[in-house]
């Protein structure tokens, strides 16, 4: 996630409606306490993401890839009243350290954690989402989007992380890692999807946000 000038980073950050209390604890305690804090969302992609969530003011959002709950927390921001929100982590490890912030937020009640399979759990969900969020495993990234799409509503959203991945889709082939390769083919993929709209940001590692038709 260094391609981006860390001067040019920090301006941004600087520029951007600073964390929570409640987001500032769960950020830092995760940088103190699990491993691969950075895969933390953060500072500025929280910001981005609760300003598309309040944009569009979701009725249910779906994500895939609780981690700490940091995103979960900054996406509730902008569920309707009676809406929810349904996160989805494999490590059980990480459950407890993330309920535990659920239950300080104002939006917890609307948080509901899944443990276990996403691809097996998605459709015992029986939803329909409004705006879906993927941050999980990237080898499958292009089955989570096939699983994904029929349960998001028309003009619904996916927003999916770490698709630049520290710059190496535009690596030569011999420099690309397994990972580099699913995260490629899920972008060509939906590039070439008919039935959306989509945009690559070039936010810290990279966000495509894609619009169903």
């Known amino acids: 996630m260094n391609f981006i ?19 500032q604890k769960l950020n830092r305690n995760t940088f103190a306490k699990v491993l691969q804090p950075r895969m933390l969302s953060g500072h500025m992609q929280g910001q981005f993401l609760s300003m ?19 995103s979960a927390l900054c996406l509730a921001e902008g569920l309707q009243p009676e809406g929810e929100l349904h996160t989805i982590e494999i490590n059980e490890e990480l459950k407890t350290f993330a309920q535990q912030y659920f239950e300080e937020s104002p939006y917890g009640q609307k948080i509901k954690m899944h443990i276990g399979d996403a691809i097996k759990i998605i459709p015992q969900l029986n939803l329909m989402f409004d705006l879906v969020f993927i ?25 999916a992380d770490n698709v630049l991945w520290s710059g190496n889709v535009v690596k030569h082939a011999t420099e690309r890692d397994a990972d580099t390769e699913h995260l ?23 966000l495509m946000l894609i619009r169903k038709l």
């Open 52 to 70: 598309i969530s309040n944009m569009i003011a979701p009725k249910f959002i779906l994500e895939l890839g609780t981690y700490t709950g940091y």
């Open 135 to 159: 941050d999980a495993d990237k080898e499958n990234y292009v089955n989570y989007y096939k699983l994904c799409k029929p349960f998001l509503n028309k003009g619904g959203y996916i927003i």
């Open 184 to 206: 490629m083919a899920f972008n060509t993929m939906v590039q070439n999807d008919l039935e959306v709209k989509n945009v690559l940001l070039p936010i810290r590692d990279g």
């Open 5 to 23: 000038d860390q001067a040019i980073h920090e301006y941004a950050e600087q520029h951007t409606t600073a964390e929570s209390v409640l987001l």
